[in-house]
């Protein structure tokens, strides 16, 4: 009788928040990269035997399936039928066997054991054509652990049973196919807060938690797995106790969100009477009735890449300009920021437009494509414009880091409303436009960029990666991607100080304003509107009726004082925790 394997829990970083329980679905084809190492017990010996070899006859009649199809020129160069020779090779099959028994080990690790020593003697032998076998036993071992692992890789969208994708990492555009029938919430080794991944999990509302690092190395196919994403919390073939607990969590969960989501029609009005614009950021169109249904007072970013991922070519105008009016129509008469394209970074397209670099944070991302690509700028500038003739729309312009960028874009805005002039097609040049602030050179240009714009819109997620120089994708520096951080707080305070010297509007965006205890700072700060994942809008709308803004500029007072993030956040805590403690997933 096959026996339980023990429950295990591990912890990684809350991208998204909300419990599913469900079964492991692997999504990724690492082959031999993320061979997972536990020890199996006297008693599992003969189970895990069974499972390897399994494992080889499944391979064999993958191999044999190939074989029957391919051409006869390959099935005369007897490359295959070598390759099922290898799988039943004493060296490699039996040996395996032998070192599970021995050394108690599971298969996949014995696999990869036996293989590397393989390769070894391999590498020994003089004889060219012994030596380049070794080749045949690598690609044979990887079959075989393909299907141990129960790793494949496979097309997200079709996926078409109620799972949890587990991946080593997903990429934004694979994580934008997911469809949300099936897919219960995902899981990665890789990924920080702040990466696109996580954004998109938030946005379609399904619990994720990622930078697990050992995710596909300790979880196979079909394993039942939990998904806390409050707490960054997975725990792996749970005991009945755990997932009774979980279910009741769960449960908790969704009644709490029921209750804050019901409130979150009324405005965000602090005690001393002063209101605050609660905006929602969207990747898709079809997401502005997430916005509308938390109570959100408009989109305040609105992700415009996403149209552009998973094609062939680029959306024309007249595709992007029917987006555009989609989303305006659905809000109106409240406001729309279409930021421009910003693409690149960890947001590459998967198609033959994209270029490789080898520091892509640093590359042709977001603006400095664009100028790049005047044509393909021009058309997102047209369908813009078309679509502010009947609605309200802000345009944004992302990753402004010289002043000569922004002077760039607006004289390619002003170009196109001309283009659109000449072409007799109804358009609206009367539009705000705003500069994110996400590079610090932008901060200390704010003056000067400020004199092209309408509003600045700080991008926190940039901002700190830039600032603070953490990849923030990069799970290694996750604990130090600190929104906190003494140095963003002062740069917050400039860039307000001077967009208010200069009588301009002031705006977040990045995912610091969708976290509770981030808003007596932000408050205090001066932010005239905050812009976020949906799902937080009714917890930040809360947090906001229960603050008082005198109280939260002194505050600020005393925060520009801390010299750590960690003091900044016992600040908070010491002052604010009888409000923040009723935010029981404040994440
Ligand atoms: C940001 O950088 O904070 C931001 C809002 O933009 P994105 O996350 O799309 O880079
Ligand atoms: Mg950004």
Redesign the pocket.
């Known amino acids: 009788m096959e026996t339980e394997p023990q429950e295990i829990v591990i912890k990684g970083i809350n991208a998204s928040p909300g419990i599913c329980i469900g079964k492991a679905y692997l999504v990724d084809s690492e082959g031999v990269e993320v061979v997972p190492k536990y020890r199996i017990q006297d008693k599992e010996l003969s189970n895990e035997i069974k499972r390897f070899k399994a494992a080889v006859k499944k391979a064999r009649d993958e191999l044999r399936k190939i074989v029957e199809q391919s051409p006869e020129e390959l099935q005369n160069a007897h490359i295959l039928e070598t390759h099922i020779a290898l799988l039943k090779d004493k060296m490699l099959y039996t040996r395996t066997i032998e070192t599970v028994k021995q050394e108690k080990v599971n298969a996949e690790w014995a696999l990869k054991k036996v293989v590397s020593n393989l390769i070894e003697v391999f590498q020994t032998m003089t004889d060219p054509y012994l030596k380049e076998r070794s080749a045949d036993v690598i690609q044979v071992a990887d079959s075989i652990m393909h299907n141990l692992v129960g790793t494949k890789k496979v097309n997200i969208a079709a996926i078409d049973k109620r799972v949890i994708l587990v991946a080593h990492d997903l990429t934004p555009a694979e994580t934008s196919q997911i469809n949300l029938e099936w897919v219960m919430g995902f899981i990665t080794d890789r990924g920080g807060k ?1 990466s ?1 991944t996580g ?1 998109i999990a938030r946005s379609l509302e399904i619990p994720a938690v990622v930078g697990l690092r050992t995710a596909t190395a300790l979880i196979r196919s079909d394993d039942l797995i939990i998904i806390d994403g409050n707490t960054g919390t997975v725990i792996i073939r749970p005991t009945e106790d755990s997932l009774f607990q979980y279910e009741a969590r769960k449960t908790d969960y969704e009644q709490y969100k029921a209750v804050i989501t019901r409130e979150s029609q009324a405005p965000a009005e602090t005690e001393d009477g002063v209101r605050l614009a609660v905006m929602g ?1 969207i990747e898709l169109p079809e997401e502005v009735f997430a916005v509308i249904n938390y109570g959100g007072d408009g989109i305040g ?1 609105y ?1 415009t ?1 996403f149209q552009y991922f998973n094609r062939d070519g680029f959306p024309n105008e007249d595709e992007l300009f029917d987006k555009y009016k989609d989303v305006v129509d659905v809000m109106h008469p409240k406001p729309v920021t279409i ?1 421009t394209l ?1 693409i690149n ?1 960890d ?1 590459a397209l998967n198609n033959q437009f994209s270029a490789e670099e080898t520091n892509p944070a640093l590359g042709l991302r ?1 603006i400095r494509y664009c100028l790049r690509r005047p044509q393909v700028f021009k058309y997102q500038l047209r369908a813009i414009l078309r679509a502010a003739a009947s609605g309200n729309i802000r345009i944004l312009f ?2 402004i880091s010289t002043y000569f960028e922004i002077c760039e874009a607006v004289r390619m805005l002003d170009n196109a409303a001309e283009s659109l002039e000449k072409d007799g097609l109804p358009y609206n040049r009367d539009i705000e436009i705003g500069a ?1 602030i ?1 590079v610090p050179s932008a901060v200390i240009m704010a003056d000067v960029i400020a004199e092209k714009v309408d509003f600045f ?9 830039y600032a603070l120089a953490i990849d ?1 994708g990069n799970e290694q520096v996750a604990h130090l991607f600190q929104p906190l951080d003494p140095a963003i707080i002062r740069m917050l305070k400039h860039t307000a100080d001077v967009a208010r010297e200069k009588e301009i509007k002031i705006f977040m ?4 304003a969708g976290t509770p205890h981030h808003i007596p700072l932000l408050l205090g700060i001066g932010m005239d509107e905050l ?1 976020m994942n949906p799902q937080s809008i009714p917890d930040i709308k809360r947090v906001i009726r229960s603050l008082n803004v005198g109280d939260a500029r002194s505050f600020v007072r005393e925060a520009l004082k801390q010299t750590t993030a960690r003091s900044m956040f016992e600040l908070i805590k010491d002052t604010y925790g009888n409000i923040l403690s009723e935010q029981l997933y404040s994440g």
């Open positions: 702040a696109h954004i950021n970013l992700r890449e930021r910003d970074g947001k977001a992302p990753l994110m996400e819109s700080i991008g926190t997620n940039d901002l700190i990666q923030r965006c990045g995912e610091m812009s």
